[in-house]
């Protein structure tokens, strides 16, 4: 499964179908779509990971309304998950072929998973721009979304540059990183200061007083050469080591690629290339857009009752108020509640305040330890 490096996609046997130079500013799509999700326990699990989840508005899968956005954005869309998804992916988007999924043997952080797709693609398209939009983002506003991709998607092509897609911060988010880029926009984009990794809540407020910060969304935009350029001369043990997964791919040695992917050290792509490049530009955005990380999260989005309760499926409600209810098929009654989350589905529930949303991977940890792996 996965794409087919000796096939006739390969360099120097012929364009794939769809296939622009970077100078077309048509860019080829890539998908993130890994990861279970585990602060949205237990509906959130490894046969239904988040991204596979009907949390935006439109009632369809997360995945699926990237792949939409994607699709009218790029020439290509490419998958990129771990073999162990393939099939929840596929049943998501029956429309997608073999041939547009990257796959990888095992999840090792961010810098190794675009390291690969950008090696996979660059086999095939050369000096195209590469976009990366994660599937698992609640996304509203496409003429938004439309012009701040272009815009990534033209610096990336004319300037010899990283491109990532920042949003001003609508409240002091502690959740979420933050890029410092302050400046007047020129051609669209705006010379990234620095990352920053999840504040506190007293940094985040001086963040949004000060101006000039943004939240990070992993949206990014780049020439697969530079990209690549700029992996080797921050992260080169990783540019290796993935050289040598390629390498055994095109021999057709899955098993030696697993291998070595799995030896290669987890890290993301924002500590290991991101922090440090001296090539990296914003495009301040205007749509709107969630990662949805905990149910607290989920709760604010979903329409709330005179009581400030936020509910799906049947429920009776006493005296409860500023609650999440989410059932699955039977009734849920509560009483006397205040400030709650309370998640029903066929074999666990989870009842937790809102305040501690943040610690349901907690009990994902305590489950793994526990052997109880039929939870997970």
């Not at 090792?108 to 994660?134: F, Q």
């Not at 390498?247 to 799995?262: F, L, N, P, Q, T």
Request: hydrophobic share 40%; aromatic share 6%; with cysteine.
């Amino acid at each position: 499964m996965g794409i087919d490096l000796a096939g006739k996609g390969a360099r120097g046997r012929g364009r794939l179908r769809g296939e622009r130079s970077a100078s077309s500013r048509r860019p080829v799509a890539v998908i993130p779509a890994g990861g279970a999700g585990t602060r949205l326990w237990p509906r959130s699990r490894r046969s239904t990971p988040k991204h596979v989840l009907p949390l935006g508005d439109s009632g369809q899968p997360l995945l699926r309304e990237t792949y939409d956005r994607a699709s009218r954005l790029a020439s290509e869309v490419f998958v990129l998950t771990e073999v162990a998804q393939s099939e929840i992916i596929q049943k998501v988007l029956p429309e997608i072929d073999s041939g547009h999924l990257i796959l990888e043997p095992a999840a090792r952080g961010t810098t190794n998973a675009y390291g690969l797709a950008a090696l996979t693609l660059s086999e095939r398209y050369e000096d195209a721009v590469m976009l990366v939009m994660p599937a698992d983002h609640v996304v509203r506003g496409r003429a938004g979304v439309t012009k701040a991709v272009k815009a990534a998607v033209r610096a990336a092509a004319t300037t010899n540059s990283l491109v990532t897609v920042g949003l001003k911060p609508s409240f002091p988010s502690t959740g979420l990183g933050y890029i410092h880029a302050p400046g007047r926009v020129t051609s669209g984009a705006l010379r990234v200061r620095r990352f920053i990794e999840k504040p506190d809540l007293s940094s985040a407020r001086r963040f949004m007083k000060a101006g000039g910060y943004y939240w990070n969304l992993a949206w990014f935009a780049w020439r697969l050469d530079v990209f690549l350029r700029e992996l080797g001369l921050h992260a080169p043990r990783h540019l290796a080591g993935l050289r040598k997964v390629m390498a055994a791919r095109v021999a057709s040695d899955e098993e030696g690629a697993s291998a070595a992917y799995k030896r290669l050290r987890v890290e993301v792509v924002d500590r290991s290339v991101m922090e440090k490049t001296d090539r990296l530009l914003l495009v301040p955005a205007t749509f709107e857009w969630a990662d949805i990380g905990n149910w607290s999260e989920l709760g604010d989005r979903v329409r709330a009752d005179a009581h400030g309760n936020s509910v799906e499926g049947e429920s009776i409600l006493v005296d409860t108020s500023g609650s999440l209810i989410l059932g699955a098929g039977r009734l849920v009654a509560a009483i006397g509640l205040d400030d709650m989350i309370i998640v029903d589905t066929e074999d666990a529930i989870l009842v937790c305040p809102r305040s501690r949303a943040q610690d349901v991977r907690k009990v994902v940890d305590a489950l793994r330890r526990a052997g109880k792996t039929r939870y997970l």
